[in-house]
């Protein structure tokens, strides 16, 4: 008995293609049918037929062939706007969101898109922003109906409602070189709870004549990225690049005597910081001239077990600090206390340079032992090798 002969599955493929170019929705999907009755469908004939189910408006249908897409191609744009549609029609916002947002984070690592899928895309990020700020707005009234004033509570509650619908994301600790546990996550803490640091910052209008002597003299400043010796050197864009520079005063845990004889009052000012002694590594601190126009791009310090202080001095309007998720204005005379771990950035957007005081401190929240211990094990990092 002779076997029955085998459907043509490549006639059954375009015969789809031209009905549903033809605007015969019904005809395209007998088609496609066929092929997945086979067993041989690929991916792309499933999202043609999804396209010919969503014509007909078989949501069912549609959703299952979606489904066979995104199961073998999970970055397939089309079936994700589609799968968004699809659930935007359904009247399930947060769901249709969360496609919408996965087409647009995946179309932003691709290459150029063809007209076609580049309306898809911008009409899925509209439609994430208007369901984005549907829900924005619904929030704002549950939370105000509940009495709450978001002005009042902490401003990490308003972080934390921005991390939730994704206008923002979390940042942590993240140190090039050494990450001590379970020291908190903090961006930028604040100098009134520092008397050492109120101190000093009652002594910023000494410290910035040094500071404008410095500056007008130009003598002593050197590039703030130095390529490192018998080290290779970290990609930086400012590597060896004036327009980000240090008048350094303690540098590598020794003192720059020449530099330092020149700012005694800063110095003086220095003494009272609880700075890290540490071979070969701490004290550090400088001036920071940071040139109009510089932007300083996101990046992160080489230990969490540190704080990085900033005395602004010198300032300009336009000058600016971000650490994780929030950025404050540098203003001169009001110190910035910040976990430089975290990533952050710094820009000035002024006419003039930028000069402030900057140096490290123990972070607040290790022991005087742990400070101990981890002075010993950097003396013996350190030391490594030395004869």
Not at 76 to 103: H, S
Not at 311 to 324: D, F, Q
Request: one cysteine or more; aromatic letters at 8%.
């Amino acid at each position: 008995m002779a076997s029955a002969p085998q459907p043509d599955i490549q006639a059954l493929a375009q015969a789809g293609v031209a009905a549903l170019r033809a605007g015969d929705a019904a005809a395209a999907r007998r088609s496609f049918d066929a092929v997945v009755a086979t067993g041989r469908a690929t991916p792309q004939l499933w999202l043609l037929l999804a396209q010919a189910c969503e014509q007909l408006q078989d949501w069912p249908a549609t959703s299952g062939a979606l489904d066979r897409v995104l199961a073998a191609d999970d970055r397939n744009l089309y079936a994700l706007t589609m799968k968004g549609d699809l659930l935007a029609r359904q009247g399930d916002d947060r769901a249709a969101t969360a496609w919408y947002g996965q087409a647009v984070r995946a179309a932003a690592g691709t290459g150029p898109l063809s007209p076609d899928l580049a309306q898809r895309i911008d009409r899925a990020a509209a439609a994430k922003a208007a369901t984005d700020a549907r829900f924005d707005a619904h929030l704002s009234s549950a939370l105000a109906a509940a009495g709450v004033d978001r002005q009042a509570v902490p401003s990490r509650f308003g972080e934390a409602l921005d991390i939730m619908t994704g206008r923002t994301r979390p940042y942590f600790q993240e140190p090039k070189s050494f990450f001590y546990p379970g020291l908190p996550h903090i961006a930028f803490y604040e100098p009134r709870d520092f008397p050492w640091l109120v101190e000093i910052a009652a002594m910023a209008a000494a410290i910035r004549a040094e500071a404008e002597a410095v500056l007008a003299a130009d003598d002593g400043i050197v590039p703030y990225v130095e390529k490192p010796k018998n080290r290779p050197a970290r990609p930086h864009k400012l590597l060896d690049d004036a327009r980000w520079s240090a008048f350094h005063l303690w540098k590598d845990g020794a003192i720059v005597e020449a530099n330092a004889a020149r700012c005694p009052v800063t110095m003086a000012a220095l003494a009272k910081a609880p700075i890290p002694r540490i071979r070969g590594r701490s004290p550090m601190a400088l001036f920071s001239i940071l040139r109009p126009g510089t932007h300083i791009e996101p990046h992160a310090g080489y230990l969490n077990t540190r704080l990085i202080c900033h005395i602004p001095l010198v300032v300009p309007a336009g000058c600016r600090l971000r650490v994780g998720n929030e950025t404050r204005v540098v203003e001169a005379g009001q110190p910035l206390l910040f976990d430089d771990s975290i990533e952050h950035e710094a820009w000035n957007d002024g006419d003039a340079p930028r000069a402030i005081l900057l140096f490290e401190v123990w972070r607040p929240e290790l022991s005087e032992s742990e400070r101990q211990a981890l002075t010993a094990m950097f003396d013996a990092v350190g030391g490594y090798g030395e004869g």
